[in-house]
């Protein structure tokens, strides 16, 4: 039991984007990087198998509203959209990559929807911490504008990231917790196959 409640407060402190002391005094140094791109279940499992990800989280952000329930999001009013959080190692996996990531994840072309989900909580977006972070986003919003093979327009949006609501404990990990349920959503939305007209092979999964 105390090997599992150090376990624990590791990760609790890594969620926190603080150095893990780990043994031999090293640190592992982490960072925070926030996407929204409709519904929170299918976004967690596009980042959570990464290398160098730590832990992804459900959550609600770009709102007004403290403490959010998923009921009051999914209804529209509080202004913030269904996201994820990434905590991850630098040194292992590059924001970049995360970008790179999120686009091949999300219909970038729509605004105010993702997918069979309407309404301002299903944008898509990424919520920058940090200049650099904020660069990197417009920079790799821009080159995929030049380089896209769809016509329409690039609408997503970069904002500075605010407060993050993890959801409630059901929603997190959520395809692995209910993973027939999770692919019949998927499939049902038109997820996967928006995804593949948008990106052909290398269409987030």
Known sequence: MKTVGIALMSLAVMALGVPLVLAGNDTMKTEKATFAGGCFWCM??????L??????TSGYTGGQKKDPTYEEVSAGGTG?????????????????????VFWHNVDPTVTNRQFCDFGHQYRSAIFYHGEE?????ERSRETLEKNKSFSEAVVTEITQAGDFYPA??????????NPIRYKYYRTS???????KELW??????
């Open 44 to 49: 967690e499992h596009s980042f959570d198998e």
């Open 51 to 56: 290398p160098g990800v730590v832990s992804v």
């Open 80 to 100: 913030h959209a269904e996201a994820v959080q990434v905590v991850y190692d630098p040194s292992k996996i590059t924001y970049a990559k995360l970008l790179d």
């Open 133 to 137: 972070q904020r660069r990197e986003a």
């Open 168 to 177: 409630e404990e059901y929603h997190q990990h959520y395809y692995k917790k």
């Open 189 to 195: 939305c038109g997820r996967d196959q928006r995804l």
């Open 200 to 205: 052909g092979g290398t269409a987030g999964h």
